[in-house]
């Protein structure tokens, strides 16, 4: 097993699909992703509804097949695995769902929902009596308890059934889990409670997240770095601070500025962006916020933009052909 | 193509002109095990070019507090006590007649999903001409030209050849604007938002919330606004009231409240939002949940999770008391909820 710092390498990924009405024209849900996933870290996905987040997320879980670009997972292509190598793959990548209500079986106890995952991976704690104790493990883990352990989810409140949630993806003990949403159907204060439970596990069993979530400041608080998405596009990506305080893409800037804030201080004045999300099925030529970014010329309809580097920070770029920092002004306010 | 510069809102004084005054008001729902009581006791005054917060967590009684505000309460629910008094009426005491007659021209709602709340069977020009020939008495030439307006007025591009479309040909933020349309289309004293951004991305939100700014000093509206997103409230209300279990529990106006809470509900909501903390650091979550609403105890109702709870808190209610000058808090330990 080779042991570069990246766990997960992602290259020029495209997916399309196929919707009804359209004629020939696909929905292209993903663009050209790429992206890289080190051991142990956390990578925020931010971006608006319809951007791809989601369809990032199932194809990276191989739940879709991508029509283009590849996945390198710990030095394995996914995608070409079959029978006992590809389910050892699926053990190393888990998910925790967006809805707890929505997500666990009412019929089945906690434990049995913990422990159904090794009905699959019939290797993994073979016995009855193995399972039982790792169960137990699992739920004092995520801070239940053993005698949650018979319960049913409906005898739970949201928080708890996330934990059982965490419970269940870190049965196979995954080497990366997919956070998809994970606090957003929870009120704040259990929020609060289910992300510092993310925390620890990370600091204690050095699993990688990819975190993805339309609350910014959630994002901020969780991730080691950002990838900004925007109709099926990284559009800027690098270090949390860098992204949130040093936005390059002006579509970041206005995000991060649309975000109500509950300290007056990190308030500026509010960049309102114009109309709203290009449909996916028919994009637009070139940059494809140049529809609704102030700062579009005639190049940005004629030809995609490059990555831009940020020269002052390592590993933070926008795809832009004026980058904000390029004039220093975002730098001035900064 | 240039971005507009949204101003932030300016603090303005609180001599506004009270329109809306709730006074005591509690709701029960009746059930098979007995009833329960989902808002308790609540009193707040909304005041003409003010926003006015409901802040609370689900089940709180923030959207029920609306619901029954406007009349829309389900069979099962009633309100029980209190008034609530508008235009020199207690909306609980009138009869329908006058309550249809008020509904639109003196309150209005705008509710959190707009694809449920328009129907889904009538042109959007239909729906949003219906006001004016109820309540106007215009004819259907006549409300058609006014919904154009309106449509023009909260920002829907082509209003003429957008009229007979159907609400799901709309995205999102546009269905919200068609619905905060018909809700300001009657020149109400008091809009209600019960959480009108909730479901829409950041973008979005800003848009809507700069319209429903707009909108309330161009009509000199009283907005209520429900809510619970902290830092929403921070940055549209001018006063907030926390409400927990089915009641208020602080008021206050939101810089004051937030900058220095009297409440440990309050302080615990602050301290769980993710903005204060550093990356790796423990958020300062509030540890168990909300009480049972079948089951709430004697004494406080924030007693099994507070940090300063001790025996009187257990035996006797906290009132909401006055601490400072326009400000309340129901708890025993007002000055002590700084060192939580």
């Known amino acids: 097993m080779s042991e570069s710092e990246n766990l997960l390498e992602v290259r020029d990924l495209r997916k399309t699909f196929r919707v009804a009405g359209a004629g020939k024209k696909r929905l292209c849900a993903l663009d050209g992703i790429t992206l890289d996933l080190k051991r142990g870290e956390t990578l925020g996905l931010v971006g608006e509804s319809g951007c791809g987040k989601s369809t990032l997320a199932r194809t990276l879980l191989m739940l879709e097949r991508p029509d283009e670009g590849t996945v390198s997972f710990d030095g394995i292509d996914p995608y070409s695995l079959r029978g006992k190598e590809l389910l050892n793959f699926r053990r190393r990548v888990q998910m925790v769902f967006q809805d707890p209500y929505a997500s666990l079986n009412s019929r089945m106890t906690a434990a049995d929902i913990i422990a159904e995952p090794w009905r699959s991976h019939k290797n993994m704690y073979k016995t009855r009596k193995d399972r039982e104790m790792r169960v137990r493990g699992l739920l004092d ?19 708890q059934r996330q934990r059982i949630g965490i419970a269940r993806a870190l049965a196979l003990d995954p080497d990366v889990i997919i956070c998809d949403e994970p606090v957003s159907a929870l009120d704040l204060s259990v929020q609060a409670q289910v992300l510092n439970l993310l925390n620890e596990l990370q600091q ?19 991730a080691d770095r950002v990838s900004v998405m925007y109709l099926g596009r990284i559009i800027e990506n690098g270090p949390t601070e860098a992204v949130f305080d040093r936005p390059n893409h002006p579509y970041t800037a206005a995000l991060m500025s649309a975000a109500p804030k509950l300290d007056s201080a990190q308030r ?67 | 193509m240039t971005a507009a510069v949204d101003h ?43 926003t006015l917060a409901l802040l609370g967590e689900s089940g709180c009684g923030k959207s029920m507090t609306a619901t029954a505000l406007v009349g829309l309460l389900e069979p099962v629910a009633d309100v029980v006590e209190g008034s609530a008094t508008l235009g020199g009426v207690d909306l609980f005491q009138v009869g329908r007649a006058k309550r249809r007659e008020m509904a639109g021209t003196e309150l209005a709602i705008v509710f959190q999903d707009a694809l449920t709340a328009l129907n889904p069977l009538y042109t959007v020009g239909t729906q949003l001409a219906e006001p004016f020939r109820i309540h106007h008495n215009l004819s259907a030439k006549e409300a058609k030209r006014k919904a154009v307006d309106l449509m023009t007025r909260v920002g829907i591009p082509q209003p003429e050849s957008r009229l007979n479309s159907y609400p799901h040909q709309f995205s999102g933020g546009m269905r919200q604007r068609l619905l905060i349309a018909m ?5 109400p004293s008091v809009l209600i938002a019960d959480e009108p951004t909730t479901a829409l991305d950041v973008t979005v939100q800003a848009q809507i919330m700069a319209l429903l700014r707009d909108l309330r000093s161009e009509y000199d509206m009283a907005v209520v606004l429900i809510t619970h997103d902290l830092a929403l409230v921070a940055e549209e209300a001018d006063r907030v009231a926390v409400m927990y279990a089915g009641n208020i ?29 550093r990356r790796g650091d423990d958020l300062k979550s509030i540890g168990g949940s909300p009480p049972d609403l079948q089951a709430i105890p004697e004494g406080c109702v924030y007693q099994a999770r507070c940090p300063l709870a001790r025996e009187v808190c257990t035996t006797t209610r906290p009132p909401l008391d006055t601490v400072q000058t326009g400000r309340k808090a129901a708890c025993h330990f007002p000055e002590e909820v700084s060192n939580v």
Not at chain 1, 299 to 314: E, F, G, L, Q, Y
Not at chain 2, 257 to 270: D, E, I, Q, R, S
């Open chain 1, 268 to 334: 500026k004045d509010r960049i309102l962006l114009k109309g709203e999300v290009p449909s996916p099925i028919d994009p637009p030529s070139g940059c494809r916020f140049r529809t609704r970014c102030w700062k579009a010329t005639e190049i940005c309809a004629t030809t995609a933009p490059p990555s831009a580097a940020d020269p002052k920070i390592a590993g933070h770029a926008a795809e832009c052909h004026h980058p904000l920092l390029a004039e220093g002004s975002m730098l001035a306010t900064a």
């Open chain 2, 8 to 50: 932030k809102p300016t603090v303005r004084q609180t001599d506004a002109k009270p329109v809306l005054d709730v006074d005591g008001m509690s709701v029960e729902i009746r059930t098979i095990n007995g009833t329960v009581r989902a808002v308790n006791d609540v009193s707040f005054t909304a005041r003409r070019g003010e």
């Open chain 2, 249 to 277: 529990i602080e008021t206050g106006p939101v810089s004051e409240v937030f900058a220095n809470p009297k409440h440990p509900y309050t302080k615990g909501l602050l301290n769980s939002v993710p903005v204060n903390a």
């Open chain 1, 204 to 222: 204690e069993l050095g699993i990688a997240y990819i975190f993805i979530s339309h609350d910014l400041s959630v994002v901020r608080h969780v």
């Open chain 2, 183 to 187: 809700a300001v289309a009657l020149n």
């Open chain 1, 141 to 159: 883990l995520v801070g239940l308890g053993a005698k949650a352990a018979d319960k049913y989810p409906q005898e739970f409140s949201g928080g």
